[in-house]
């Protein structure tokens, strides 16, 4: 049975992962950092007799990392690592304290370091294994009021590019999963580092970052759909590197193809609604 390793379970992505992988043929090892969390997970993978550990995982702490990955391996080699644990928050750079920015990377990049320098050695020596990054649509485009977040992603959106040629030779696949906007708890986890603040100057620019994820949210998936990518992303023989999910990603993704640099720039004008919604929609397809 190959072994899988999934962090930040204790809700949306990176349980339902867990439960999907499961089920499967995996027997996964599902990482939290708060193990008072781990009911729901135990819970379910007991009702289906499922080959699921919850095991105590603080990425940001190199001897958790340490200690976690040293008990799976008694069991055997990982095969597969899904980088998921992964913090969010909304404010213009300004605003955003360098400790918050900070912390932002530590969790969403330097945390996926740490575990995939866990797995990789034991990866390139048997010639085989897969590197999962959940990265964002966010990760895809330069955000405005979530320049902390989005570029923690394209960060580990260039991690996972980077790597997947180092390790190509040895058999080792990485992939970027791009969710768009998901019902997850996501977004209440990180309403401490999201500001909204109607005398700002950059009022403008919060109040179009906030309708954007309104429209999201009028089209959101489920996370079952970006379990069900990660699935095909590390069994498929077509090889790709980035997977997008939900029709927000897809719409960045193309979007980032196809739209100049400074045409993205400058819808950060003294734009109307009506201008900037226009724009929008002609871009990236979405109405807001």
């Given at each position: 049975m190959k072994i899988a390793v999934v962090t930040g379970t204790s809700t949306g992505i990176g349980l339902t992962t867990s439960l999907h992988l499961a089920r499967n043929g995996y027997r996964v090892f599902a990482g939290m950092r708060n193990l008072a969390k781990a009911d729901v997970l135990q819970s379910a993978a007991s009702a289906e007799d499922l080959a699921i550990d919850v095991i105590q995982l603080d990425i940001c702490d190199p001897d958790s990392v340490t200690h976690a990955f040293s008990l799976v391996q008694e069991t055997g080699p990982v095969d597969v690592l899904?980088?998921?644990?992964?913090?969010?928050?909304?404010?213009?750079?300004?605003?955003?304290?360098?400790?918050?920015?900070?912390?932002?990377?530590?969790?969403?990049?330097?945390?996926?370091?740490?575990?995939?320098?866990?797995?990789?050695?034991?990866?390139?020596?048997?010639?085989?294994?897969?590197?999962?990054?959940?990265?964002?649509?966010?990760?895809?485009?330069?955000?405005?009021?979530?320049?902390?977040?989005?570029?923690?992603?394209?960060?580990?959106?260039?991690?996972?590019?980077?790597?997947?040629?180092?390790v190509f030779r040895f058999g080792v696949r990485v992939v970027n999963i791009e969710p768009g906007v998901i019902m997850t708890n996501i977004f209440e986890n990180s309403a401490e580092q999201t500001r909204y603040v109607k005398t700002s100057p950059y009022q403008p620019i919060m109040r179009r970052n906030g309708k954007v994820f309104a429209a999201g949210f009028k089209r959101a998936v489920a996370p079952d759909l970006v379990a069900e990518a990660i699935l095909e992303a590390i069994t498929t023989q077509d090889?790709?590197?980035?997977?997008?999910?939900?029709?927000?990603?897809?719409?960045?993704?193309?979007?980032?193809?196809?739209?100049?640099?400074?045409?993205?720039?400058?819808?950060?004008?003294?734009?109307?609604?009506?201008?900037?919604?226009?724009?929008?929609?002609e871009y990236f397809g979405v109405d807001l």
């Open positions: 899904v980088n998921n644990a992964g913090i969010g928050g909304a404010a213009p750079l300004e605003l955003t304290p360098e400790d918050e920015h900070k912390q932002m990377f530590e969790t969403n990049y330097f945390g996926s370091v740490r575990c995939i320098q866990a797995v990789l050695p034991s990866m390139r020596e048997r010639t085989t294994g897969c590197i999962v990054n959940i990265t964002s649509a966010v990760g895809l485009l330069a955000t405005p009021n979530q320049i902390a977040y989005s570029a923690s992603k394209w960060a580990l959106e260039c991690l996972g590019e980077a790597l997947a040629h180092e090889y790709k590197l980035r997977w997008p999910v939900g029709p927000d990603a897809e719409g960045m993704m193309a979007a980032r193809h196809q739209l100049a640099s400074e045409e993205w720039i400058r819808m950060g004008g003294d734009l109307s609604d009506d201008e900037y919604n226009s724009k929008f929609r």
